[in-house]
């Protein structure tokens, strides 16, 4: 391929994610959509809360394709705060639910979908991935397929989340294990 094709190549792909860009800061205004956030497969498979902010880098993928069963979702409730370079596959059946006032560090990666590697890179193993209110994850965690963290977690940094997190507990390690149990206070009794 000659340069002036690859340059035409470059700019076809960055016109498609540009459009992308504005179409889902049209659909969600109270969203904050900063540059350089890649949205991937079926935006209508794509819901905000009021007041979510995508960071610089980060990409989100919706499915809708045929290598995840033309199936997907991606869910932010309320005030989700998503930080610099971080990944969302909400690829497959299932897809990837997130509670209100969500927040977490940069680069952590959640996948409601992964390779059977048992088979071959054609085979994948679907399942949803369900986060409640008032999580907190800090940077590099990766959350895989089929978990569900209780509100009120926190996940340590560097955390790789394969198991289930029950409601306020602290986890972290890699797998990730409990750490405690209790983590944040009631705030409303304060």
């Known amino acids: 391929m000659n340069s002036i094709a690859t340059f035409i190549s470059l700019l076809k792909h960055a016109w498609f994610h540009y459009r992308a860009l504005c179409k889902m800061r049209q659909r969600f205004p109270t969203a904050s959509i900063e540059p350089r956030v890649m949205f991937k497969g079926d935006l209508t498979n794509i819901r905000f809360g009021t007041g979510v902010q995508i960071q610089f880098g980060s990409v989100l993928h919706a499915g809708g394709m045929e290598w995840c069963q033309q199936a997907g979702a991606i869910e932010i409730g309320d005030d989700g705060v998503i930080s610099p370079n971080c990944v969302i596959y909400g690829c497959g059946p299932g897809g990837v639910h997130i509670g209100n006032r969500f927040d977490c560090g940069p680069n ?18 679907f399942a949803p991935v369900r986060i409640g209110d008032d999580v907190t994850l800090f940077a590099n965690v990766v959350i895989g397929p089929g978990v569900s963290v209780g509100s009120g977690a926190v996940i340590a940094a560097g955390s790789v989340v394969t198991k289930d997190v029950p409601e306020n507990a602290l986890v972290g390690g890699a797998p990730a294990r409990v750490i405690r149990v209790g983590v944040k206070q009631d705030t409303d009794s304060v």
């Open 108 to 125: 952590v990666s959640i996948f409601s979908s992964r390779t059977d590697y048992t088979k071959d890179l054609h085979h994948h193993i």
